[in-house]
C-alpha cells in the first residue's frame, strides 16, 4: 500500500530468469558476446533499483529506534550519496570499456611498432606489461576453452576496481592520468565525468562544515557564545575567577538546560500537547494535586513553566521569605533545611525578614549567614533529587516559606507561580474542583494535627500542674512537721 504497488511491480519482473533462458537458446557464451542492443536490455535489470526509494523511510524508523542525531544521519547519507555516484560513474567505465568486445577482431596484438588499444581496459593493460614480444590483450571463450592461455586481458574484479578508482580521481578533480579514454564513447563519457566532478567537489566542500556542525547544533551554539563572551571578558579585563564563574554559567546554561524549541508552538494543538505531555508529565504528576488535573489542564499548566537554573551552594529562598512559586527539580541536588528560632535578649522571638527588606542590624546577620559567614543552627534537613517538587505550600495557602532551600550543585529547576495555577483552574473547571477539594484536605488535616499538638500540650501542662501541686503539698506537709516538732521541743 501507500502507492508503492508500481515500483513493487517493476521491481520484481525477473530479468535474470529472462536471461537465462535466452542464454540456454543460444549459448551462454553467445549471449555474454552478443550485439550492443542485448546488452541494453541487460541493462533493464538496473530498474530494481527503484525499490531503493523505501531506503529513506527504513533509515527514518532506524533512526527513531536507536535514537542517532539527526546531524549525523544527515552526514551519513551524505557520505553515501558521494559514494553511490561514484559507484555509478564506476559502472558506466566498466561498461564502456567492455564495448570493444563487440568489434569483429578477434584479438590484438601489440608489438614495438604498432599499438592500436580498442577500449581502456586493453590501453590501461598495455601500460602495465610492456614487453617487447607480441601479447594478447583480448581473449575471447568459445564454452570453457580459452583462445590464447597468455593473454593479459583484465578479469572483472580488477576492471571494476581500476573503474572506481578512475571515478574517485575525477570526482575529486584529482585526475592522475595513469587512465584515460582511448575511443569517442570513452572520451565523451570522460568530458562529462571531469564536469559533474567538479560540480559536486564544489558541492560537499561547501556543505562539509555545515554538515558537521549540524552533528552537534548545540555545541556548535555554545562555541559561537562563548567566543562573543570570551571577546568581552577580554576586552574589559574582568578578573580571573569572575571569568571562570562566567564561563561554567554559561556552559551549564548551554549543555545542560532543557527548554522547548519556539517552534513547537507551531505545530496543532493535539500535537503540542502531546510534546508537553512526553516531556513534563512525568515529574508535574508527582504532585498530588496534578494528579487529578486533565491532560488538557496539565499541558496548561507546563505551557507556564519557566526555567531557573541555581549555581552550587546558592541559596533559592529562606525559612520566612513571603513566595508565590513551586519548584520541579529536574536537574541537580536541593538541600532543605529548618533552622532553630533566634531569640532577643529580652526572649523574643527574631522574626526572619525576606529577603527583599533586609536592611536592618538583623537583616544584616541574616545576610551574613546565607554567606556561611555566621554558623548557623539547623534543626532538621534533607537533600531532594532530580525529578522531586518543593515549595508547594506557597500555593496551597500558606505563603510563607517554612523551610530555607539551598542547591548543593549545579540545578536546572522549573517554576510555576499562584497566578498560573488561578488562571489555569478559571479554564478547567475539573482542575478547579479537584484542586480545592485538596486543599480543604490539606487544611482538615493541618486543623487536625493542630488539635492534636493542642490536646498534646495541654495533656502535658496538666501533668505538670499535678506534679507540682503535689509537690507542693508535700513540702507543706513536710514544713508543717518540721514546725509541730520544733513546737513540741520549745514545750520540753
Request: charged share 25%; net charge positive; proline share 3%.
Amino acid at each position: 500500500g501507500g502507492g508503492w504497488f508500481c515500483i513493487d511491480v517493476i521491481g520484481s519482473i525477473p530479468f535474470d530468469t529472462f536471461m537465462c533462458f535466452v542464454g540456454q537458446q543460444v549459448g551462454v557464451t553467445r549471449v555474454a558476446k552478443a550485439p550492443r542492443l542485448l546488452k541494453v536490455i541487460r541493462v533493464l535489470r538496473l530498474l530494481r533499483l527503484v525499490k531503493l526509494s523505501r531506503v529513506a523511510r527504513l533509515i527514518r524508523k532506524l533512526q527513531d529506534s536507536l535514537r542517532i542525531k539527526p546531524g549525523l544521519v544527515k552526514f551519513l547519507k551524505f557520505c553515501a550519496v558521494v559514494c553511490a555516484f561514484a559507484h555509478l560513474i564506476a559502472c558506466a567505465w566498466f561498461y564502456l570499456g567492455t564495448l570493444s568486445d563487440d568489434d569483429d577482431a578477434s584479438k590484438l596484438i601489440y608489438d614495438s611498432g604498432w599499438n592500436h588499444a580498442v577500449g581502456w581496459p586493453q590501453d590501461f593493460t598495455l601500460n602495465v606489461h610492456m614487453e617487447p614480444e607480441p601479447r594478447v590483450i583480448r581473449c575471447l571463450r568459445f564454452g570453457e576453452e580459452q583462445l590464447d592461455e597468455g593473454c593479459l586481458q583484465m578479469d572483472p574484479e580488477s576492471q571494476y576496481l581500476s573503474s572506481l578508482y578512475w571515478a574517485a580521481t575525477t570526482l575529486s578533480t584529482t585526475g592522475y592520468g595513469d587512465i584515460t579514454p582511448s575511443t569517442l564513447p570513452e572520451l565523451v563519457f570522460a568530458i562529462f565525468a571531469i564536469f559533474l566532478g567538479g560540480f559536486l567537489f564544489a558541492y560537499y566542500i561547501g556543505n562539509i562544515a555545515s554538515l558537521l556542525e549540524k552533528i552537534d547544533v548545540k555545541g556548535s551554539q555554545y562555541r559561537s557564545r562563548i567566543y562573543e563572551v570570551e571577546s568581552f571578558m577580554h576586552r574589559e579585563r574582568l578578573p580571573i575567577n569572575l571569568k571562570r564563574q562566567i564561563r561554567t554559567y554559561i556552559s551549564r546554561t548551554f549543555l545542560y538546560q532543557r527548554h522547548v524549541p519556539s517552534y513547537i508552538s507551531e505545530l496543532s494543538g493535539s500535537l503540542k500537547r502531546e510534546v508537553y505531555l512526553a516531556l513534563f508529565k512525568e515529574i508535574i504528576v508527582k504532585a498530588p494535586f496534578f494528579r487529578e488535573f486533565s491532560d488538557s489542564a496539565i499541558t496548561e499548566i507546563i505551557n507556564h513553566f519557566r526555567i531557573k537554573l541555581l549555581p552550587a551552594e546558592e541559596i533559592l529562598y529562606r525559612e520566612g521569605d513571603v513566595g508565590d512559586r513551586m519548584f520541579f527539580l529536574h536537574q541537580g541536588t536541593m538541600e532543605m533545611s529548618m533552622h532553630k528560632p533566634e531569640k532577643a535578649p529580652d526572649g523574643r522571638l527574631l522574626p526572619r525578614a525576606p529577603l527583599s527588606r533586609r536592611t536592618s542590624a538583623l537583616a544584616l546577620h541574616e545576610m551574613a549567614k546565607s554567606n556561611g559567614e555566621v554558623k548557623d543552627e539547623r534543626l532538621a534537613h534533607w537533600t531532594i533529587k532530580e525529578g522531586s517538587f518543593f515549595g508547594e505550600n506557597a500555593i496551597l495557602g500558606n505563603k510563607k516559606r517554612i523551610t530555607t532551600a539551598r542547591a548543593l550543585t549545579w540545578c536546572n529547576i522549573y517554576y510555576i507561580t499562584l497566578d498560573d495555577i488561578e488562571d489555569t483552574i478559571s479554564k478547567y473547571s475539573g482542575a478547579a474542583i479537584s484542586f480545592k477539594v485538596y486543599k480543604s484536605k490539606m487544611r482538615t488535616a493541618a486543623k487536625t494535627k493542630m488539635r492534636r499538638a493542642g490536646k498534646a500540650a495541654a495533656m502535658f501542662v496538666s501533668k505538670n500542674k499535678d506534679g507540682q501541686s503535689k509537690m507542693e503539698q508535700a513540702l507543706r506537709a513536710a514544713s508543717g512537721d518540721a514546725k509541730a516538732k520544733q513546737a513540741a521541743g520549745g514545750a520540753e
